[in-house]
């Protein structure tokens, strides 16, 4: 009698995206990924896939990027978290180790997604930022904030984002729900804008399209209705500018059920 294999494992993973190519395996690129697989592989070398929720660009973080592989040996969540981070390069940490069925697929269980972006209202730069934040300039004032906050809300609802999407896109369904987004400033910094974006599913640069857009309003390269303007014409060249990768996170992938016997708790 065959023993029955162990059950699936999900990952929530935080990383510094700056030093990687992405996400996705890429032959001869180092990418988040490739580093997981490898540390796995260490740990057990019957591993042979893992399965990510997002495809995060090259430089974009996450703080809780969701990966799910299906292991040859019976470990604990605790062990696997532990035994895994050994192995991993130190911008790659293993938050949360939960147990789920073999063959779970984060990307298709996701019941949405909530991204933030960091801006950064500085006329001089952070150099403990750099590489974490966008300083965009003329988004110091207070008018700013207040035009890029009315801006942003004008993206939430069940809308045609196909000029929301990079030329790389090749979906043809570009029907996408934003749940909110909102431009508040960071409690803990003044310094720091957060756009949070939360949805049911995403394009390829949308966030950052969505964000350099708001950008270019707040500081005046773009009328205000920028985006009601360009949902309504589906034409990528009345949005604004794609922002650039460095203040993008990926903080949340919601899903319908991590599993009962998650480390660490809560």
């Given at each position: 009698m065959s023993a029955v294999p162990p059950a699936g494992v999900l990952f929530t993973v935080a990383y510094d995206g700056g030093p990687f190519s992405g996400f996705a395996p890429q032959p001869e690129q180092r990418t988040i990924a490739g580093e997981l697989l490898g540390a796995l592989q260490a740990v057990d070398p019957s591993i042979r896939e893992i399965r990510g929720a997002s495809r995060t660009d090259a430089g974009v973080h996450a703080l809780g990027q969701r990966v799910a592989f299906d292991p040859g040996r019976d470990i604990p969540p605790r062990g696997w978290a532990l035994a895994t981070n050994r192995h991993l390069p130190r911008e790659i940490a293993i938050q949360r180790a939960a147990l789920v069925p073999r063959g779970f697929t984060p990307r298709f269980a996701s019941l949405g997604k909530r991204y933030r972006y960091l801006l950064l209202r500085?006329?001089?730069?952070?150099?403990?930022?750099?590489?974490?934040?966008?300083?965009?300039?003329?988004?110091?004032?207070?008018?700013?904030?207040?035009?890029?906050?009315?801006?942003?809300?004008?993206?939430?609802?069940?809308?045609?984002?196909?000029?929301?999407?990079?030329?790389?896109?090749?979906?043809?369904?570009?029907?996408?729900?934003?749940?909110?987004?909102?431009?508040?400033?960071?409690?803990?910094?003044?310094?720091?804008?957060?756009?949070?974006?939360?949805?049911?599913?995403?394009?390829?640069?949308?966030?950052?399209?969505?964000?350099?857009?708001?950008?270019?309003?707040?500081?005046?390269?773009?009328?205000?209705?920028?985006?009601?303007?360009?949902?309504?014409?589906?034409?990528?060249?009345?949005?604004?500018?794609?922002?650039?990768?460095?203040?993008?996170y990926l903080v949340h992938v919601m899903l319908p059920d991590e599993g009962s016997e998650g480390w660490p708790a809560g």
């Open positions: 500085s006329p001089v730069r952070d150099p403990f930022l750099d590489g974490r934040v966008w300083r965009a300039e003329g988004i110091e004032g207070d008018e700013a904030l207040a035009r890029a906050a009315m801006e942003a809300a004008s993206a939430v609802g069940t809308h045609d984002f196909a000029a929301f999407r990079s030329a790389a896109d090749p979906r043809e369904n570009t029907l996408r729900t934003l749940r909110a987004v909102t431009v508040t400033l960071d409690p803990a910094d003044p310094r720091l804008v957060r756009v949070d974006v939360e949805g049911d599913a995403f394009m390829h640069n949308m966030v950052r399209i969505l964000v350099g857009t708001i950008v270019d309003v707040a500081r005046k390269r773009l009328a205000p209705g920028a985006i009601a303007r360009a949902l309504a014409s589906h034409k990528r060249t009345d949005a604004g500018i794609t922002a650039p990768p460095d203040g993008l």
